[in-house]
């Protein structure tokens, strides 16, 4: 029997690690910290249900739908109350519902009529040399003009990676859209073309995906990981070193302790990659120490429904930068996924720093609540104060793919070509979100599996 370590217990590891007990092999999971989950963390107290990190999971690939169902979590999947599907971005200090269909767009009061021609000459404007790495504002502005980048991007953006498009690469970011171009000459063109073989494969687009949580919140997902992996989960294990010992074997170290295994997984955030030493005491990843993570924080209020004017009918509102509000955007919770606050109550969580405005996520927490419920009463109309605050700050939340990602990625691939049997996954490497990690988990236990063959 082979045996593995997995060192980093958030969604990425815990899934591999999972994978691999499946496969047969013995498996030891070091994780940092005193609880697995990384990122991934619920609360529930006083009758209100807190994310502090991910909200919701979007389900674009087969292997989530499997994780889900062999982890016989099926029952307790919570989708989203269907009526909670519209979405609006922030425009003139108003939330303006984005449309969810081509006819809606050009009908829409979100975009002008400028903007909507940009959209029919999309698939004229010539596709960029593969060779030019842009930022996304650079494609955006050139393929569809400022107001797509101001009013769609700029704000999906914030949304997503709590980044700046500015600094964000297409081809490293958002590898499918330039793809699109690459191989379509056209966004819209490859949008039709790529829905015709996503079908073949199974996967589905990130904007098309169901999205998920579980009854008690997405902690219940890595909690059941971790009850499944159960005492192969070591918990206040930080890994600082690796050391060869023969030919083919990797050793552990953790404090005192040093373990050998046939095969390691490093499933760890990079600023943390960049400190572990490798055979022969060097620091060989010591470069991902560039790459950016800003602050978020995510604050989650409850108030008294009687005291917010808007509907909330929907999932949230994203701010675009040229709003001037101080949180990036706001997740109508309690709409999303009814049963989260008590029946009189609702609750928005919005996220504050970020590439945007960094210093503010560094601000004490009644500073962040009070200047998120100024942007709650100038844009939804709260007037009472919160019955329920609870404020999570990630002081390196995100990475950001910025253009000359690949540089890290290649420092990455070229680490597990200089020590065989070391291997490296998570959301540095594979993509950012929830599903990008279970995936790459999923991914890297094939790889491992395959290697130790
Ligand atoms: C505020 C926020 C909101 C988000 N919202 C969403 C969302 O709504 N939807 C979505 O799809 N995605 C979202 N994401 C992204 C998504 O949650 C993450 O990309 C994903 O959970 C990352 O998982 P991971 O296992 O790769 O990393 P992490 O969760 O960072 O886990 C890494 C683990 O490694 C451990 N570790 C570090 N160093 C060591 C060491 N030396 N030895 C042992 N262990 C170590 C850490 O303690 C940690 O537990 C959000 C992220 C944040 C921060």
Redo the contacts with the bound molecule.
């Keep these: 029997m082979n045996r593995i370590a997995v060192?980093?217990?958030?969604?990425?590891?815990l899934t591999a690690a999972y994978r691999l007990v499946g496969q047969g092999h013995e498996v030891v999971l070091?994780?940092?910290?005193e609880r697995?989950?990384?990122?991934?963390q619920t609360i529930q107290r006083d009758g209100f249900l807190a994310e502090c990190?991910?909200?919701?999971?979007?389900e674009t690939s087969p292997k989530i739908t499997g994780l889900i169902k062999d982890l016989d979590l099926e029952k307790r999947r919570f989708d989203p109350n269907p009526d909670s599907d519209a979405r609006y971005i922030l425009r003139n200090g108003e939330p303006t519902q984005m449309a969810s269909s081509p006819p809606g767009f050009f009908t829409g009061k979100l975009f002008s009529w400028k903007a909507k021609l940009a959209l029919l000459r999309e698939p004229f404007i010539k596709r960029s040399s593969p060779e030019l790495e842009e930022s996304l504002a650079e494609f955006v502005k050139r393929r569809l003009g400022q107001e797509f980048l101001d009013y769609a991007i700029n704000p999906f953006v914030a949304g997503i990676y709590a980044g700046d498009p500015h600094q964000l690469s297409v081809k490293e970011g958002f590898p499918k859209l330039w793809a699109l171009e690459q191989e379509y000459g056209s966004m819209i063109k490859g949008q039709i073309q790529g829905a015709r073989e996503r079908k073949k494969t199974g996967t589905v687009s990130k904007d098309r995906a169901p999205k998920l949580s579980f009854d008690d919140g997405l902690q219940v997902l890595t909690d059941r990981l971790g009850e499944v992996i159960g005492d192969r989960v070591r918990l206040n294990?930080?890994?600082?070193g690796l050391e060869r010992v023969g030919e083919k074997k990797v050793s552990v170290q953790?404090g005192d302790e040093v373990e050998t295994f046939d095969a390691v997984l490093l499933?760890?955030?990079a600023f943390?990659l960049a400190e572990?030493s490798f055979p022969g005491g060097e620091k060989s990843l010591s470069g991902l120490s560039e790459i950016i993570y800003p602050p978020?924080a995510?604050v989650v209020l409850g108030f008294k429904r009687a005291d917010v004017k808007h509907s909330l009918a929907g999932f949230g509102t994203l701010n675009p930068e040229v709003e001037g509000m101080q949180t990036l955007g706001t997740i109508f919770s309690s709409s999303l996924f009814p049963g989260r606050a008590p029946g009189d109550c609702v609750t928005l969580t919005s996220?504050v720093g970020g590439m945007r405005s960094p210093e503010l996520a560094r601000k004490a927490p009644e500073e962040i609540i009070e200047l998120t419920v100024q942007d709650l009463r100038s844009i939804y109309g709260v007037t009472g104060d919160p019955v329920f605050e609870q404020v999570f700050v990630?002081p390196r939340?995100?990475p950001q793919y910025v253009v000359g990602y690949g540089r890290f990625r290649k420092m990455m691939s070229q680490c597990e070509e200089d020590h065989p049997g070391v291997f490296l996954a998570?959301?540095c490497r594979d993509g950012?979100?929830?599903?990008?990690?279970i995936v790459?988990g999923h991914d890297v236990a094939e790889r491992i599996g395959t290697f130790l063959d």
């Design positions: 060192i980093g217990g958030g969604i990425t590891g070091y994780e940092g910290g697995v989950g990384g990122v991934i990190g991910p909200n919701t999971l979007l294990a930080a890994v600082t953790a499933a760890m955030p943390r572990l978020v995510s996220y990630y939340a995100i998570g959301h950012i979100s929830l599903g990008d990690s790459s």
